[in-house]
């Protein structure tokens, strides 16, 4: 009997109220790394109604106009309607900015501290990532997340080249992919909500989207006359963006990542710059997760690991392939320790971080784009070498 299930994942779009407030801290961090790549900076944001706060901490020697990457952040999304209570122009902004803590900065810093065991930059705080990569997808990525990330794109793209006059900036997609014996076969669902201007039909956003989105994005033997696809389906969708919820930095976890398929260790992502492991860690679990699935030492692959904060060295590491290992686990496992440093400095090294490149991480994931430096799978022959 074939083993049957269905999984569903979601996607948001650019004028999705907490990815506004992702792409202001992300555009807060780019800022500031691309006049002085050691700036630290953790900025979160809050959007609502007509208001910005963006609060937290950064230390920097850049000379950043927070009020105008404000603005030009949410121009970029699109919120420039005269009938948008959210405006780029018009919006009322609160900066709550203040440096990094010393506490902190201490053990983040390369320089000895009273107290701290070693004088090697630490980790910007504890906790613990996770990275995963399959093979599923060109991308090495879940099928239901990429196809809603693809969606979201696909919406975006309509709307931004004004193909179609009343498509607003919020928007989600959804896709229920069925899978039998492991292996997608089937898209059972897809759903699609998107802010439209009031002049506009629901039948006409339904066909609109169906033809020219999602029968695009699909490929059409993954659709049959069971497909259910669902536009809209409260019916009406013009209040949208900040005024008709509140939006916050780092409430996307799951769309950022892998869909709800691979697990996360709980710690947001924009707005960090990468001495934050939360960010860069994860990162490179997911290196190295799709190195490992690459090199067609497993099909799946999993890490975890863990930090202290002002520590170097990751308190753990912990490597699974899920049973699809095409070697013993323990040589995968032994493998990663020998090619790939974990330590904070060196994934920034490893991977060039101190670089403002993460405005392109903000929307539709932060894995599965190809032109990102921890989507290269260019350690696949050292990981071969190092099973012999």
């Not at 919820?245 to 398929?261: A, E, F």
Request: charged share 25%; hydrophobic share 40%.
């Amino acid at each position: 009997m074939a083993n049957s299930f269905v999984f569903s994942s979601e996607s948001v779009g650019e004028g999705h109220p907490d990815k506004v407030a992702d792409f202001i801290s992300d555009s807060v961090l780019d800022a500031c790394l691309a006049q002085d790549p050691r700036s630290r900076v953790a900025c979160e944001t809050l959007v609502k109604s007509n208001h910005v706060v963006i609060a937290g901490e950064i230390t920097t020697k850049a000379k950043a106009n927070y009020e105008t990457i404000v603005r030009d952040a949410i121009r970029e999304i699109g919120y420039t309607h005269e009938d948008d209570v959210f405006h780029a122009d018009t919006v009322f902004i609160t900066n709550l900015l203040t440096k990094q803590s010393p506490d902190i900065a201490q053990g983040v810093d390369d320089r000895a501290a009273i107290g701290k065991e070693t004088a090697e930059q630490g980790a910007g705080d504890q906790g613990l990532m996770f990275g995963y990569a399959c093979n599923e997808t060109p991308e090495m990525m879940p099928t239901a997340i990429m196809f809603a990330h693809r969606l979201g794109r696909e919406l975006t793209k309509l709307r931004k080249s004004r193909v179609v006059s009343w498509l607003r900036p919020d928007a989600k997609s959804q896709v229920s992919i069925r899978y039998e014996n492991d292996r997608p076969v089937k898209v059972e669902n897809v759903v699609i909500s998107t802010q439209h201007a009031a002049n506009v039909e629901h039948a006409a956003i339904r066909d609109f989207l169906v033809e020219n989105v999602i029968k695009k994005v699909i490929p059409a033997e993954l659709i049959d006359a069971q497909t259910k696809f669902l536009i809209n389906p409260t019916g009406r969708f013009v209040v949208g963006g900040p005024q008709g919820d509140s939006g916050l930095t780092g409430r996307k976890i799951i769309v950022d990542t892998y869909g709800g398929w691979g697990r996360h260790g709980g710690g947001a992502f924009s707005g960090k710059d990468p001495s934050k492991v939360d960010r860069s860690a994860a990162y490179m679990c997911r290196w190295v997760a799709k190195n490992i699935v690459a090199s067609g030492l497993a099909d799946i692959c999993e890490l975890q690991v863990a930090y202290a904060i002002g520590y170097p060295e990751p308190v753990s590491i912990w490597v699974d392939a899920m049973g699809t290992a095409k070697v013993p686990e323990e040589k995968i496992s032994a493998a990663v320790r020998e090619v790939f440093s974990f330590k904070p400095a060196a994934i920034i090294r490893q991977l060039d971080l101190l670089r403002p490149i993460y405005r392109a991480t903000t929307n539709y994931g932060h894995f599965g784009k190809p032109d990102l430096p921890w989507e290269q799978t260019n350690m696949v022959d050292a990981l071969r070498a190092a099973v012999k």
